[in-house]
């Protein structure tokens, strides 16, 4: 195929409207963001020494495990490593799940990457001569050890026999998701069993003494990739699920007290019907910015169906982390998934100079690195991440406040902030109350000036059909297709031409509300500006857009005034990390020629917290909000929700 000539597209078709002028504010005393914890320490270790040891069963057939027709197919086993604080115990568990992986690799030299290629250990229990096996749940013992010296039993588990690099034989457990919630428990069960009895008639160890080392009633899950779904599936099969009456026969007083996921995926059983969240409990996922294994970011999904149907007191949040991949937070996973490089103004957070492999080993691995196996960044955010949202959930940390590392109203941790740029994403269910659809966004319901509104869905569509324009321009037998797996979620877009001058948009409340008995006004904010250059590859490329991210924000109250206004960069740091809405996955042929398929790269939110007093209000009416546009520069603002939060 020649090389298309560039094509470059730009959007501007904007309504004239007027709003109020806003009341400038003239207080030098507002409290925006709490600096509290900008200078803890989250990498330090405990006070605890700590011991490990492997635990194992033997190969089994195990129904409880693998669902239906999969039993018939391999057997499992259970084993994983457990780390312990020295002292009598009781500790409380946490529990950690690694994700989907090849189980055989072989190595490439010291310290070169091993090349994991194989799944042979999966369904045999053996590798090929040459060939070791992947130990996948090694590849957290950096953050198990410093849970450890805090005071919790950690028990890391490997899920290679029967499952990993597997499929299930039915449509029912397609992803083996529900089967690796099945595997948490049975390792909980003979763990807990150890622990109450003294004994294990399945588990077997080496100077091992579970006796009383055990409070399961204080238990929290970690699950990567895949093994992240795997420990919601099973906080849910234990609690609600079909088989919940005999889990909880076979492990009295279970309690799941949080659940934290790393890049992991929405795939659900009976083929993406039944989708599970985390309600009664505290979840946090954290989302790779630069993930291209999960490069459509379904871990955010659970929050999303949370948020519409709020209904608990237990926070969960979403941590995105800008320029991590998905493969370097297991230290095990040797390759990164990205190809060294990050989509938009992402900067890696790994080594993307390191030499290449020799030939025999890059015709293999493209991505293998001479002399990278990882990345310490990502590392040390997992260590202070994990250790701050456990400590706060089933140990002191919650009075320490280490749970609002995760609350966009208090500043990070200093020590994570000179690292890399993180995003934040924050709701406190039972304490909130939505008060914005953006799904039912338009024009004829805001003031504008000289802006447009829409709909998130109905601005990418817009964006496929001034794509397909493009396309056929350079030949009638082009157009673009959004490929039908993207998932938007539902959100407004305003956006224009920007002014010095200033220019005003008013989104309105779904109704007047009052503000009395709320703290905050919290709103999920995005900026992304697309332009499309078409390439010979069919590539979306666009220079990085200048996008208005030093705004105002004011309320409007039910008379029509305008409140004081505030800066959202004293709130937030809005990035544009993406410049543009897609990256191509493929070709199909059509009819009337080829269709190029762009895949919807999600927008991943921040939450920016105002408190109401910040805009000098206490129990006025509340109708809506005003943003001011000030800097010159382009204005592309995404809202995906509004909330009013009561304090906590």
Same mark, same amino acid.
């Given at each position: 195929?020649?090389k298309?000539?560039s094509v470059l597209?730009?959007?501007?078709?904007?309504?004239?409207a007027?709003?109020?002028s806003p009341?400038k504010?003239?207080?030098?005393?507002v409290?925006?963001v709490?600096?509290?914890?900008s200078?803890?320490?989250?990498?330090k270790?405990?006070?605890?020494?700590?011991?490990e040891?492997e635990y194992?069963s033997?190969a089994?057939?195990d129904p409880?495990?693998?669902?239906?027709?999969? %039993?018939?197919r391999?057997?499992?086993d259970?084993?994983?490593?457990i780390?312990? $604080?020295?002292?009598?115990?009781?500790f409380?568990l946490?529990?950690?799940?690694h994700?989907?992986?090849a189980?055989c690799?072989f190595?490439t030299?010291?310290g070169?990457?091993?090349?994991?290629?194989s799944?042979?250990f999966?369904?045999?229990?053996?590798?090929?001569?040459?060939?070791?096996?992947?130990p996948?749940?090694?590849?957290?013992?950096d953050s198990?050890?410093?849970l450890a010296?805090w005071?919790?039993a950690?028990?890391?588990?490997?899920a290679?026999?029967?499952?990993?690099?597997?499929?299930?034989n039915?449509?029912?457990d397609s992803?083996? *998701?529900?089967a690796?919630?099945?595997?948490v428990?049975r390792? %909980?069960?003979e763990?807990s069993k150890?622990?109450r009895?003294?004994?294990s008639?399945?588990?077997?160890s080496d100077g091992?003494?579970?006796s009383?080392? =055990?409070?399961?009633?204080?238990?929290?899950l970690?699950?990567?990739s895949r093994?992240?779904?795997g420990v919601?599936y099973?906080y849910?099969t234990y609690?609600?699920?079909?088989?919940?009456?005999k889990w909880?026969?076979?492990?009295?007083g279970?309690?799941?007290l949080g *659940?934290?996921e790393?890049g992991p995926v929405?795939?659900?059983?009976n083929n993406?019907k039944?989708k599970?969240?985390?309600?009664?409990v505290?979840?946090n996922v954290?989302? $790779?910015?630069?993930?291209r294994?999960?490069?459509?970011?379904?871990g955010?999904?659970?929050?999303?169906r949370m948020?519409?149907n709020?209904?608990?007191g237990y926070?969960k949040?979403v941590?995105t982390?800008?320029?991590?991949n998905?493969n370097f937070?297991?230290?095990?996973?040797?390759?990164?998934?990205a190809?060294?490089e990050?989509?938009g103004e992402?900067k890696p957070l790994?080594n993307?100079?390191?030499?290449?492999?020799p030939?025999d080993y890059s015709d293999v691995e493209?991505?293998a690195r001479?002399?990278l196996?990882?990345?310490a960044?990502?590392?040390?955010?997992e260590?202070a991440?994990?250790?701050?949202?456990f400590?706060?959930?089933?140990?002191a940390g919650k009075?320490?406040g280490?749970?609002h590392?995760?609350d966009?109203?208090?500043?990070?941790p200093s020590?994570?902030?000179?690292?890399?740029?993180?995003?934040?994403?924050y709701?406190?269910?039972?304490?909130s109350?939505?008060?914005?659809?953006?799904s039912?966004?338009s024009?004829?319901?805001?003031?504008?000036q000289d802006?447009t509104?829409?709909?998130?869905?109905?601005?990418v569509?817009?964006? *496929?059909?001034?794509?397909?324009e493009?396309l056929?321009?350079?030949s009638?037998?082009y157009?673009a297709t =959004?490929?039908p797996?993207s998932?938007i979620?539902?959100?407004a877009?305003i956006?224009?031409?920007?002014?010095t001058a200033?220019?005003?948009?008013?989104?309105?409340?779904?109704?007047?509300?009052s503000?009395?008995?709320?703290w905050?006004?919290?709103?999920?904010l995005?900026?992304?500006?697309?332009c499309?250059t078409?390439t010979?590859?069919?590539?979306?490329e666009c220079?990085?857009?200048?996008i208005?991210?030093?705004f105002e924000v004011?309320l409007v109250?039910a008379?029509?005034?305008?409140?004081?206004s505030?800066?959202?960069?004293?709130?937030?740091?809005?990035?544009n990390?993406y410049?543009?809405?897609?990256?191509?996955v493929g070709?199909?042929?059509s009819?009337s020629?080829?269709k %190029?398929l762009?895949q919807y790269v999600? *927008?991943?939110y921040q939450?920016a917290?105002f408190?109401?007093s910040d805009?000098?209000?206490s129990s006025?009416?509340?109708?809506g909000?005003?943003?001011?546009?000030?800097?010159?520069?382009?204005i592309?603002?995404i809202?995906e929700s509004?909330?009013l939060?009561k304090a906590n």
């Amino acid at each position: 195929m020649g090389k298309l000539n560039s094509v470059l597209l730009s959007l501007g078709l904007f309504a004239t409207a007027c709003s109020p002028s806003p009341i400038k504010n003239s207080s030098s005393d507002v409290k925006i963001v709490d600096e509290s914890l900008s200078q803890i320490d989250l990498l330090k270790n405990g006070k605890f020494a700590v011991s490990e040891h492997e635990y194992s069963s033997p190969a089994l057939n195990d129904p409880d495990v693998l669902y239906g027709s999969s %039993i018939n197919r391999v057997k499992i086993d259970l084993r994983g490593r457990i780390f312990l $604080p020295a002292g009598n115990g009781p500790f409380p568990l946490i529990v950690l799940l690694h994700g989907n992986h090849a189980t055989c690799g072989f190595t490439t030299g010291s310290g070169n990457p091993r090349l994991d290629t194989s799944i042979d250990f999966s369904s045999s229990g053996r590798c090929p001569s040459g060939y070791v096996e992947v130990p996948s749940y090694r590849g957290y013992d950096d953050s198990a050890r410093q849970l450890a010296s805090w005071g919790y039993a950690v028990a890391s588990i490997n899920a290679n026999r029967g499952i990993t690099g597997l499929n299930g034989n039915d449509s029912f457990d397609s992803g083996l *998701i529900y089967a690796r919630g099945n595997l948490v428990l049975r390792h %909980i069960e003979e763990l807990s069993k150890w622990s109450r009895t003294g004994s294990s008639s399945v588990l077997t160890s080496d100077g091992l003494d579970l006796s009383g080392k =055990l409070d399961i009633s204080k238990v929290g899950l970690m699950g990567h990739s895949r093994g992240g779904e795997g420990v919601r599936y099973a906080y849910n099969t234990y609690n609600s699920g079909t088989t919940s009456a005999k889990w909880k026969a076979r492990i009295p007083g279970l309690k799941i007290l949080g *659940i934290f996921e790393i890049g992991p995926v929405d795939m659900g059983t009976n083929n993406g019907k039944n989708k599970v969240e985390a309600r009664g409990v505290a979840w946090n996922v954290v989302i $790779p910015g630069c993930d291209r294994d999960v490069s459509d970011f379904s871990g955010v999904n659970p929050f999303e169906r949370m948020e519409l149907n709020a209904d608990d007191g237990y926070p969960k949040s979403v941590f995105t982390l800008w320029g991590a991949n998905h493969n370097f937070f297991n230290t095990e996973w040797q390759v990164s998934d990205a190809p060294h490089e990050c989509i938009g103004e992402q900067k890696p957070l790994w080594n993307v100079n390191a030499p290449n492999m020799p030939s025999d080993y890059s015709d293999v691995e493209a991505n293998a690195r001479a002399g990278l196996t990882g990345s310490a960044t990502q590392i040390k955010f997992e260590k202070a991440l994990m250790l701050a949202f456990f400590h706060s959930h089933l140990g002191a940390g919650k009075t320490l406040g280490w749970d609002h590392i995760f609350d966009p109203q208090y500043r990070m941790p200093s020590q994570l902030t000179s690292l890399a740029s993180a995003s934040r994403e924050y709701l406190v269910p039972a304490d909130s109350k939505s008060v914005f659809d953006p799904s039912q966004i338009s024009a004829a319901d805001s003031v504008l000036q000289d802006l447009t509104v829409k709909t998130l869905k109905t601005h990418v569509n817009d964006q *496929i059909k001034l794509m397909t324009e493009g396309l056929e321009e350079y030949s009638a037998s082009y157009n673009a297709t =959004l490929y039908p797996g993207s998932f938007i979620r539902a959100a407004a877009v305003i956006e224009g031409e920007g002014s010095t001058a200033g220019k005003t948009a008013y989104i309105p409340f779904d109704s007047t509300q009052s503000s009395s008995g709320y703290w905050t006004l919290d709103m999920a904010l995005a900026t992304r500006k697309g332009c499309y250059t078409v390439t010979s590859i069919f590539n979306v490329e666009c220079p990085l857009a200048n996008i208005d991210d030093s705004f105002e924000v004011a309320l409007v109250l039910a008379d029509g005034s305008v409140t004081r206004s505030v800066d959202i960069q004293d709130y937030v740091k809005l990035d544009n990390w993406y410049d543009n809405y897609f990256q191509v996955v493929g070709t199909q042929p059509s009819s009337s020629g080829t269709k %190029i398929l762009f895949q919807y790269v999600p *927008i991943l939110y921040q939450t920016a917290r105002f408190e109401l007093s910040d805009f000098a209000v206490s129990s006025q009416q509340i109708k809506g909000v005003q943003f001011t546009f000030k800097s010159g520069a382009d204005i592309s603002l995404i809202l995906e929700s509004m909330r009013l939060t009561k304090a906590n």
